[in-house]
């Protein structure tokens, strides 16, 4: 575990916010607090990602709305995601060869979490986007170079997982955190093509990202309005 320096970030320091990064090693101590920050990150209305069906008929629904049985198909109801899920999903990127993981603690409480790592974008493509065919991912690489020349050994950071428990979403600290994770992305962009990132334009992100000059270089025709952001003048 590594604490970062927030001295540029007085809204934290002065509210009683840390941040810090953590690796396999130190995971184990925040797993509980990174397990519980998930879940109420996707209950959010954008996502409404807290309860499923079992019978995989598609219901979904938050917290507060959560039934005893699916109101489609009767099935039961389930976590959306598992504990087992969520601490599966972050190891796996803690196994990676270059990632980042960061926390905002408000003392003992995780606030805010974001994980990312670097790759090749075949593998990245292949993982998390899902681009099937050529135009698909000529339009990808298109919107991200824009009128850079690609390099063939650079690689990509793909941004994870970025969320801010509903408690914590205000201004300044929104501000802060990803004012934090900019400065962390651009002191390790040595080969680096872009950043990408997916997202849904119902999301809080879709905002901050259209801020930070990301552009939107992809959309999914799907009932979630995913997008691909991306952002190569870093």
């Known amino acids: 575990m590594k604490t970062l320096n927030t001295q540029s970030y007085p809204v934290l320091n002065s509210n009683?916010?840390?941040?810090?990064?953590?690796?396999?090693?130190?995971?184990?101590?925040?797993?509980?607090?990174?397990?519980?920050?998930?879940?109420?990150?996707?209950?959010?209305s954008a996502w409404r990602e807290w309860v499923k069906c079992s019978n995989g008929c598609g219901f979904k629904t938050t917290f507060e709305e959560s039934p005893v049985a699916c109101p489609e198909c009767l099935g039961a109801i389930e976590d959306f995601y598992s504990n087992k899920e969520i601490s599966e999903s972050v190891m796996d990127v803690l196994s990676r060869s270059y990632f980042q993981c960061l926390l905002l603690l408000k003392w003992d409480t995780v606030a805010w979490f974001t994980w990312w790592w670097k790759d090749s974008i075949e593998n990245i493509n292949d993982e998390k986007l899902g681009l099937k065919t050529q135009e698909e991912y000529s339009r990808l690489i298109s919107g991200i170079l824009a009128d850079k020349i690609s390099v063939a050994s650079w690689e990509y950071y793909y941004q994870s997982e970025t969320g801010v428990v509903p408690t914590y979403r205000t201004r300044w600290i929104g501000s802060a955190i990803v004012g934090i994770n900019e400065e962390l992305l651009r002191s390790n962009s040595n080969q680096v093509e872009a950043i990408i990132q997916r997202t849904s334009r119902q999301s809080p992100m879709y905002a901050i990202r259209a801020n930070l000059w990301y552009s939107e270089v992809f959309s999914y025709d799907d009932s979630d309005e995913r997008v691909l952001f991306a952002r190569n003048n870093f």
């Open 16 to 44: 009683g916010f840390q941040v810090i990064s953590i690796d396999q090693n130190s995971f184990w101590q925040y797993e509980s607090g990174i397990i519980q920050a998930y879940k109420e990150v996707f209950n959010a």
